[in-house]
């Protein structure tokens, strides 16, 4: 499956952004999701995932202004961001995987975007 992130852009500290991610298509039904997010000279850490069942998890940093949905239909997994402070800066890479589903925030997916990139200034 190809995925491709779309909906980022600039916005000032307590706005808001809704990042989406379309797939191609998967071999399996079970599909498990994953937004991650990579700031200048930082490693690449994990925002939300949400499981085939429904199950979600966020980073401790984004809880209660983030929040992870998806289109089982249209293969599609969306972000919304609220409340975005400067600290969010950062490529936004969605993740999907058909055939293992990891753990949290584990970065073990099959499937990586390009990244789309979010900027928040103050």
């Known amino acids: 499956a190809q995925v491709l992130e779309s909906g980022g852009g600039s916005v000032q500290a307590g706005g808001s952004l809704r990042l989406s991610c379309k797939a191609s298509?998967?071999?399996?039904?079970?599909?498990?999701w994953g937004w991650f997010r990579q700031a200048p000279g930082k490693g690449r850490e994990g925002v939300a995932s949400?499981?085939?069942?429904?199950?979600?998890t966020y980073a401790d940093s984004v809880k209660g202004r983030f929040t992870i949905s998806r289109d089982m239909d249209e293969n599609t997994l969306y972000l919304q961001m609220n409340s975005l402070k400067p600290e969010d800066t950062g490529m936004y890479y969605c993740?999907?995987?058909?055939?293992?589903?990891?753990?949290?925030?584990?970065?073990?997916?099959?499937?990586w975007g390009q990244g789309t990139q979010v900027t928040v200034s103050s």
């Open positions: 993740a999907a995987d058909d055939y293992f589903c990891p753990a949290g925030l584990d970065q073990k997916y099959n499937y």
């Open positions: 298509t998967f071999y399996q039904s079970t599909v498990c």
């Open positions: 949400i499981d085939d069942d429904g199950l979600t």
